[in-house]
């Protein structure tokens, strides 16, 4: 079942920050839930549990970071080129996943991001 990009938006930031402030055996749906704004009976009826939900997000992450650093090592013209822009790419893409950071936030600025 395809899950509305409305609450998709909602709960995938949660997953990430509430499993950097506890361990997974502290992670449970309710808490992702009630963090999200959402009931745990509509994460239920879209994941089967709190395994499916992180798997999802991590597929999504992963297919997400593929395409930007796909796109951004496209435009090179040489292999010394592709592992510069590959390796830009990746700090761009951390950079804008994690602007809470002072050295990220001036990681963006000089990478664009």
Known sequence: MDVPE????RLHPVVFEVLSEKPWNEVNIRLIAARAGVSSATIY???????GLVLAVVREQIIEMTQFVTAHIEKATNYRDKWYRLFQAQLAYNCLLY???AAD?????????
């Not at 409305?6 to 938006?9: L, N, Y």
């Not at 009826?45 to 395994?51: M, P, Q, V």
């Open 45 to 51: 009826k879209y994941y089967e549990s709190k395994e």
């Open 6 to 9: 409305e609450i998709r938006a």
């Open 105 to 113: 936030e001036l990681l963006c600025v000089h990478l664009g991001g």
């Open 99 to 101: 602007k809470s950071d």
